[in-house]
């Protein structure tokens, strides 16, 4: 089970911007955790969606509790698998 559910909406506007939410419930762990894993969220952002990420699109990432002690390399790599599987 991967550490996030990805949700993708295309906006049918004209702007092309690639528009990133994140969010981690109270039910994943405390304050300190939830940030981590946004923290980690945000930099996976960064790196996958300008390569990976569907233009004109809202992404939402929302946090799993599988997600707090995977690999980092691993949470990438299941981010541009799933961007891959949306774009199909």
Not at 8 to 15: F, L, M, Q
Not at 23 to 52: C, D, Q, Y
Not at 55 to 80: M, P, Q, T
Request: charged letters at 30%; a positive charge; aromatic letters at 4%.
């Amino acid at each position: 089970m991967p550490g996030f559910v990805l949700l993708v909406r295309e906006r049918n506007d004209a702007d092309p911007a690639i528009r990133v939410g994140i969010t981690v419930s109270k039910k994943v762990g405390n304050a300190v955790i939830r940030n981590r894993m946004k923290r980690r969220f945000r930099a996976l952002v960064s790196e996958v969606m300008p390569i990976a990420g569907i233009a004109g699109a809202d992404h939402v990432l929302i946090g799993r509790n599988s997600g707090i002690e995977r690999d980092y390399d691993a949470l990438k790599a299941e981010l541009a698998k799933a961007l891959a599987k949306v774009k199909r």
